[in-house]
């Protein structure tokens, strides 16, 4: 009787110690799945993350656009200043608004082209992204054709323009610039709106 116990007490252990064997890689084997599962979960998040980070038109064109609306195509070199105006903005302390303000007045002014003295096709001494003039005190030249320079300056006038966030885009670009045609900025608003969409969190 007692070999008859052992014997049973022998079989159990070892259909206990054969099912550890069995049932450990297989707990194992089920669980592993679930990890890359849950990791895989990650890169979806942080896209979405990175796509909520695009201001919204609603506050890049509070006040809806004005009139028929013009677009040209952008080089390599436009991109950057544009990108530029945007990089000058934020180190102003300024937001997105500002920057659209700043870039369809660029776009108005120079088509985001850096320019220089066009001799004789120049506006009296107009140089750079918003043709600014030495003469009128913007600067000398070297400062007015350097982005960041002409910008913040740009910007430091657009902040003393009183209710500037609550104004038409053309009138407050107009009331910086002083143009003979007040009325041109307004045309690139929506493209403005859409270079700063694009790149102001890149």
């Known amino acids: ?15 206990a110690f054969a099912g550890g064997v069995l049932i450990g890689p297989s707990t194992a084997a089920l669980a592993s799945p679930a990890q890359p599962a849950q990791a895989a979960k990650s890169p979806m998040v942080a896209v979405a993350q990175v796509g909520s980070d695009k201001p919204s038109m609603a ?3 509070p006040h809806g656009v004005q009139g028929k609306q013009s677009y040209i195509g952008l080089s390599g070199e436009q991109v ?3 990108k530029a105006i945007m990089a000058a903005t934020k180190k102003a302390g300024l937001d997105e608004r500002a920057a659209v303000v700043a870039i369809a007045t660029a776009l108005q002014e120079s088509k985001l082209e ?8 120049n ?3 107009s140089q750079g ?14 400062q007015i054709t350097d982005p960041e320079y002409a910008t913040i300056a740009f910007l430091s006038a657009l902040k003393n323009v009183d209710g500037w ?6 009138d407050a670009a107009q009331a910086v610039q002083v143009s003979a045609f007040p009325f041109h900025y307004a ?3 929506s493209q403005a709106a859409k270079i700063v969409a694009e790149h102001w969190t890149s």
């Open 187 to 189: 045309q690139w608003e």
């Open 114 to 121: 850096n320019l220089g003295h066009l001799g004789e096709l």
């Open 59 to 61: 506050k890049l064109i």
């Open 129 to 142: 992204l918003f043709q600014q003039r030495p003469s009128a005190g913007w600067g000398s030249v070297s």
């Open 1 to 15: 009787m007692n070999t008859m116990l052992r014997k049973t007490v022998t079989a159990v252990a070892g259909f």
């Open 80 to 82: 950057t200043n544009a």
């Open 123 to 125: 506006d009296h001494d």
């Open 165 to 170: 966030r609550d104004m038409p885009l053309t």
